[in-house]
T-cell receptor, first 110, second 115 residues
Framework: QKEVEQNSGPLSVPEGAIASLNCTYSDRGSQSFFWYRQYSGKSPELIMSIYSNGDKEDGRFTAQLNKASQYVSLLIRDSQPSDSATYLCAPLGNTGKLIFGQGTTLQVKP | GAGVSQSPRYKVAKRGQDVALRCDPISGHVSLFWYQQALGQGPEFLTYFQNEAQLDKSGLPSDRFFAERPEGSVSTLKIQRTQQEDSAVYLC?????????????FGPGTRLTVL
């Protein structure tokens, strides 16, 4: 079993729709979780962090965390073509390293 | 301000050659991480420095991989006797404090191709 599991996709949504990206992790000790966005050929950039159970909203993005279920999700409202990218879920491991999933490719179609 | 920079951006090596990849973190950042990203995969942790101390090298795939950060700023990842399976993008990230709970800022990466 991988430490972090994400559906590789592609997830295709029409412009203006809600995109829902999911992630499960195996380490029950993980306390901090990050969502990174990676455009093709570029490096990852942080879009959301979440540390407590529940929802955290930032503009069009909402991160959801359920530590009991070892589940993290990212919702993107009013999806735009510019949101088309790979989204990487990353719990924080010991010594501060990020443990990335393989990423979910999102395609937003105009 | 300047972000994390890496050089070279692209490196082609013949199998068996040694390579050195450089990372310049954001000035003043305590933590520096190296990750390896194979095509179609998420980045995988290689090693972590807190200032000049290498606190975690558990992700280095073999003893051919060596990293240093002698003065607590610039870091070099060295790969000896490169193999085809070493072909990947090598990403460097830095963060302001130790422990990693703050944002890790990634450099543009070095794409290594081993022929």
């Amino acid at each position: 079993q991988k430490e972090v599991e994400q559906n590789s996709g592609p997830l295709s949504v029409p412009e203006g729709a809600i995109a829902s990206l999911n992630c499960t992790y195996s380490d029950r000790g993980s306390q901090s979780f990050f969502w990174y966005r990676q455009y093709s050929g570029k490096s990852p950039e942080l879009i959301m962090s979440i540390y407590s159970n529940g929802d955290k909203e930032d503009g069009r993005f909402t991160a959801q965390l359920n530590k009991a279920s070892q589940y993290v999700s990212l919702l993107i409202r009013d999806s735009q073509p510019s949101d088309s990218a790979t989204y990487l879920c990353a719990p924080l491991g010991n010594t501060g390293k990020l443990i990335f999933g393989q990423g979910t490719t999102l395609q937003v179609k105009p | 301000g300047a972000g994390v920079s890496q050089s070279p951006r692209y490196k082609v090596a013949k199998r068996g050659q040694d390579v050195a990849l450089r990372c310049d973190p954001i000035s003043g950042h305590v933590s520096l991480f190296w990750y390896q990203q194979a095509l179609g995969q998420g980045p995988e942790f290689l090693t972590y420095f807190q200032n000049e101390a290498q606190l975690d090298k558990s992700g280095l795939p073999s003893d051919r991989f060596f990293a240093e950060r002698p003065e607590g700023s610039v870091s070099t990842l060295k790969i000896q006797r490169t193999q085809q399976e070493d072909s990947a993008v090598y990403l460097c990230a830095s963060s302001m404090t130790s422990g990693g709970a703050d944002t890790q800022y990634f450099g543009p990466g070095t794409r290594l191709t081993v022929l």
